[in-house]
């Protein structure tokens, strides 16, 4: 039976990252309550990693503070942090054996031998490596070596565990399964997970808290749910992807891709617009419709393949789009 931690809150105060005049993390407040599982979602260079590498120790605040368990560990080394991070490359020793590369955080502490070895053999049990605690990690799928590294950044068992990009090596269908072992480990173990990625997908799946961010500030944070369906703002609106960004003038608006409806009948009011197909394409299930508006403006529309079969559309054809006003949700800052 594995004991559940209790630990493991994590709170951002007005927590700032610079580098000379470039400022990175442009002071943060954020509360990640223990046992949750944090994904800290954003383009490249949104400060996302530099904000985990400050929780880890890697990286020294400018100023603010980072508190664990409402104690304050901004200046602590990582060492004695109570967090463990796993990274990208996993950064398994080749000439060790599996047990011994999961074992080695506690070699470091000088537990004994024998110890550290069953309570690595207890760590692959977890992580369903058993059988293969002999073996070098060259002899590994990288799913395998992904699960090492994971067994190892818990063996010390951490209040919070790290995890930057964990899946970005993996293929497509690896990374589906192995996301799905990281959500039941995280739940069976109850400890807190903060995990990087730039991946939608993944962020939505996986978190119980989602934190967008945007050249250094969180955009938004809440549940998948949130951010899906009630986006805050336009860059909120595009970057989950699922949103087309109407500027109405005197507001915009975000509309669900698959809430935006297509015709040929009609007038453009306060809830249309004409648009010209530009690309027609296969989704799997049903079509995307690419258009652009008169203002320039891009949208997309989905469309099952029942309905697009019953009323083919055409590249280069002139449209209405078209939404119910209760499909439209307001957006902060207007169109950018």
């Not at 580098?19 to 979602?41: E, F, M, N, Q, R």
């Not at 009948?265 to 197909?277: F, K, L, N, P, Q």
Request: charged share 25%; net charge positive; proline share 4%.
């Amino acid at each position: 039976m594995v004991q559940k931690a209790s630990r493991g809150e994590v709170e951002f105060v007005q927590t700032v990252k610079a580098y000379g005049a470039s400022v990175a993390v442009a002071g943060i407040d954020l509360k990640i309550p223990a046992s949750t599982y944090c994904c800290l979602l954003g383009p490249s260079g949104c400060g996302k990693t530099t904000s985990l590498r400050m929780l880890a120790g890697h990286e020294a605040a400018t100023s603010g503070d980072i508190l664990l368990d409402n104690a304050n560990i901004t200046l602590m080394p990582p060492a004695k942090r109570g967090t463990a991070m796993m990274f990208q490359s996993y950064a398994l020793f080749p000439h060790l054996t599996v047990a011994e590369n999961v074992a080695f955080a506690l070699k470091m502490k000088r537990v004994p031998k024998v110890e550290r070895l069953i309570k690595a053999q207890e760590m692959l049990k977890i992580v369903d490596l058993e059988a293969y605690a002999e073996r070098r990690p060259s002899q590994l799928s990288g799913g395998q070596q992904q699960r090492v590294a994971l067994a190892r950044a818990l063996i010390t068992r951490p209040s919070v565990l790290l995890l930057d990009e964990p899946l970005s090596a993996l293929d497509p269908f690896l990374r589906l399964r192995v996301r799905g072992e990281l959500k039941r480990l995280q739940k069976s173990l109850g400890i807190t997970f903060v995990h990087v990625t730039h991946s939608q997908d993944e962020a939505l799946a996986l978190s119980d808290l989602v934190v967008l961010m945007n050249a250094g500030r969180i955009e938004q944070k809440g549940t998948a749910e949130d951010l899906f369906t009630r986006p805050r703002t336009a860059f909120v609106a595009r970057f989950i992807g699922a949103h087309n960004v109407i500027d109405l003038g005197d507001r915009a608006v975000a509309v669900r891709t698959d809430r935006t409806m297509l015709g040929r009948d009609g007038s453009a009011d306060a809830t249309s617009r004409e648009v010209t197909i530009k690309t027609v394409e296969y989704a799997g299930t049903g079509f995307s419709i690419q258009l652009v508006d008169d203002r320039g403006g891009e949208l997309t529309a989905l469309m099952s393949e029942q309905v697009f079969r019953a009323t083919p559309l055409t590249e280069g054809e002139r449209v209405l789009a078209s939404w119910a006003p209760a499909e439209a949700h307001v957006l902060e800052g207007g169109a950018r």
